[in-house]
């Protein structure tokens, strides 16, 4: 019996939110690297990979509540382009900035262990 990929999203949708973030920040990479749009190759696959990025991230949603799915895609998703930003673009991070970060990582580790109980 063949199972449709919807099907399997309704059984895992964590992976679903992975997936997302990864192609999200794919995405993102791309659109630094498509130089302002003027590359087409980089800005094509930006647009692509966020297409599928916002497919993952709705199918996640059927069974992740919004705000903790919103949360760890955007939260995960900003630390792991910062983290890109300095290793590969050469930018830099303050003392202040990689608070933040870890702050936001915290925010989104409460938000999964308060929605525990649910």
Known sequence: MSRSFTDIACHDPLLLLAAAIVLEVCGTTSMKLSAGLSRTGQSVLLFVLYCIAFTCLT???????????????????????ACIGVAC?????TPLEITSLLLMIAGVVGLNLGGQGH
């Open 59 to 81: 199918l996640a949603l059927a069974r992740i509540e919004i705000g903790v799915a919103y949360a760890i895609w955007s939260g995960v998703g900003t630390a792991l382009i």
């Open 89 to 93: 673009f050469g930018d830099a991070l």
